[in-house]
């Protein structure tokens, strides 16, 4: 877990602090250090030190009286109003007292100056320039934190980096496509002499998780130059104008650090599409895209500086920034396939204790539609269950479960069911993969389980495939929707009701029926007609109907009557298998977690 910051304070809190302390200090330290002052005190006071014996002077100044006093060797001045005809008297009295002017015992006037006023003020700004330091510590930008117009942009130099090609794997389109770029780093005057010049910019887009930095540092470790890295919300500021500069002080430390590569992280914070509304905070955002615009146009490419952007949302972006002559090139890193998962697998196993006889295939096999960014969590988490089970090398056990932990959550091993729900979710489980089994152009079973998961789930039934696939046909995708509703089949089969138990699977049927008929064209009455558009498909992808209302409820009629036909098909199977069905479930009941061989020798044995 991150350790928990503390909200920064204000500068000025720390202002007030210091001059606080400041105060204290001349009224109680800085006095001390000047001599003696003059302390007005009540007539009172006067008597009863003139009766203890302890004063040893006084003079008459006006109405005032003024008089010393000496208590275990330290001299003392203080002044009194006095109205008093018995005041000869009591004086004449004491025979220790003497009569005459009392100057107090001060320093000189520059030194006086000096300790009330010049001190002071030094210390003051003293403080104030080391909080100053502490606050750009703290900030982590260095001394031109809390510079405006200045670029905060990390630099790293090609050792710095640390990463090549070999870091980043699954990505072998992506790679090729960048290349070039190193080469053209590496050998300019290859492409010089026949007039060929380096492409001024590269977007890389794909969903999260995929590589893109990772990619535009491999990039600069391989070319061996400069790698200048940026946040797109490093550029915006609330005073207007400030992103523009920090910009064009971007640009300027490029050329002068040319050849370079320039890497901005989430681009779409600042390119996005201009609305022409140029209101409210929209004009730095703006001012800020229109630099960027024109210094992307101005520099010269012959002198190498590459800039790389990454986003998830190219959708979002100003056509003007994406023409050529500004990102000439469009990189997908898309999400690796079966191939691409295995190599991603074994990248982030290089630096993990594992068994020599590790799967990685099995396991690749078992993340479809992972990035790699999960697949190196996944490895992770594989090896902190090594260790909580006292092993020094992850197994493929630890392999599999954390493909589960990713997928489902951790176990909840401290959640209490009643024996009769932990029936109708065995039930419930069995159901799912027994319509899975007994129909064709259908996923194998890997494995059932009913041990409940912190992402809420009560149990799951996992398939996977035995090779990668890329097109769907009809019939794949009526199955799966049969498969879905497998589960709420076997509770109406068996108890004659049925329980919350499948929420999940309702939704995943109807979001894949919804999609045959709007977006896949495998529809009855709408044939090849497009009736849904996706926005941010590297962002889950929300849809939204293009349709009139009376087309939009004829969907409507058309996914319920696929998902109907795809329960109908469900029961079925599980009325000509009900045997089959009551024994798996009484023996998922006993082993809580059976494996997809366990389940096909009992469906298999006659």
């Not at 030094?122 to 900030?139: P, T, W």
């Not at 380096?198 to 893109?212: C, I, Q, R």
């Not at 497998?486 to 108890?495: D, I, N, S, T």
Request: aromatic content about 6%; charged content about 25%.
């Amino acid at each position: 877990m991150h350790e928990e910051k503390s909200p920064r304070k204000p500068l000025l809190y720390y202002y007030c602090i210091t001059l606080l302390v400041l105060m204290l200090l001349n009224a109680l330290v800085f006095p001390s250090l000047m001599g003696n002052r003059v302390t007005p005190v009540d007539y009172n006071t006067f008597l009863n030190e003139l009766d203890a014996g302890h004063v040893t002077q006084v003079t008459q100044d006006g109405e005032e009286l003024l008089f010393v006093t000496e208590v275990d060797g330290k001299e003392h001045i203080y002044s009194t109003a006095w109205d008093d005809p018995d005041l000869t008297e009591r004086l004449r009295a004491q025979e220790n007292i003497s009569f005459g002017k009392i100057v107090p015992k001060e320093n000189s006037p520059l030194l006086s100056f000096i300790l009330t006023w010049i001190f002071p003020m030094i210390l003051f700004i003293g403080i104030g320039q080391l909080l100053m330091r502490q606050m750009q510590k703290r900030m982590g930008g260095g001394p031109n934190a809390m510079t405006f117009g200045k670029a905060n942009a990390k630099i790293y130099v090609a050792a710095q980096t640390g990463k090549t090609f070999a870091d980043v794997a699954g990505e072998d389109e992506a790679k090729e496509a960048l290349s070039e770029i190193v080469d053209f780093l590496h050998n300019p005057e290859k492409y010089a002499r026949i007039g060929a010049s380096l492409p001024k910019g590269a977007l890389l887009v794909g969903p999260p998780g995929t590589g893109k930095t990772l990619l535009a540092k491999a990039v600069a470790g391989e070319a061996n130059v400069p790698f200048f890295s940026i946040s797109g919300s490093e550029f915006v500021e609330m005073f207007v104008g400030m992103g523009a500069a920090k910009v064009r002080d971007l640009f300027k430390q490029a050329n002068e650090k040319a050849p370079c590569i320039v890497f901005i992280d989430e681009i779409d914070t600042i390119g996005k599409k201009r609305d022409g509304g140029g209101v409210g905070g929209n004009d730095e955002r703006e001012q800020t895209l229109n630099q960027l615009l024109t210094e992307m146009d101005g520099f010269d490419g012959r002198k190498g500086v590459v800039i790389l952007a990454a986003t998830n949302r190219p959708e979002s972006l100003d056509p003007a920034l994406l023409r050529p002559g500004r990102f000439d090139r469009r990189v997908p890193v898309e999400l690796p396939d079966l191939a691409g998962r295995e190599a991603v697998l074994k990248v982030h196993a290089k630096d993990v204790q594992m068994e020599p006889d590790i799967d990685f295939n099995a396991i690749a096999r078992a993340t479809s539609g992972a990035s790699g960014a999960e697949l190196a969590n996944i490895v992770n988490e594989a090896a902190l269950r090594a260790v909580r089970m006292g092993r020094d090398k992850v197994s493929q056990s630890d392999l599999e479960e954390s493909v589960e932990v990713v997928i489902a959550g951790y176990q909840r091993k401290s959640a209490v069911i009643s024996p009769k729900e932990k029936e109708i979710v065995a039930y419930h489980e069995i159901g799912h993969a027994l319509v899975a089994a007994k129909q064709t152009n259908s996923a194998p079973v890997h494995k059932i389980t009913i041990i409940p998961r912190t992402s809420g789930a009560l149990g799951y039934t996992m398939q996977v495939e035995e090779g990668e696939k890329v097109l769907m046909t009809r019939e794949e995708a009526f199955n799966k929707i049969a498969t879905l509703t497998g589960g709420r089949a076997a509770e109406e089969l068996v108890f004659g009701t049925f329980t919350s138990g499948a929420s999940n699977d309702i939704e995943q049927a109807t979001r894949i029926a919804r999609s045959m008929v709007t977006r896949l064209g495998m529809s009855k009455n709408f044939d090849m007609m497009g009736l849904e558009t996706i926005q941010n498909q590297y962002l889950g992808g929300d849809a939204s109907l293009t349709c009139s209302p009376e087309t939009a409820a004829k969907i409507d009629d058309e996914v319920l009557e696929l998902i109907k036909s795809a329960h109908t098909k469900a029961i079925e199977i599980l009325q000509n298998n009900q045997a089959k069905l009551h024994e798996l479930a009484a023996y998922l009941l006993e082993k809580e977690t059976i494996t997809g061989e366990e389940f096909m020798n009992i469906l298999e044995k006659e």
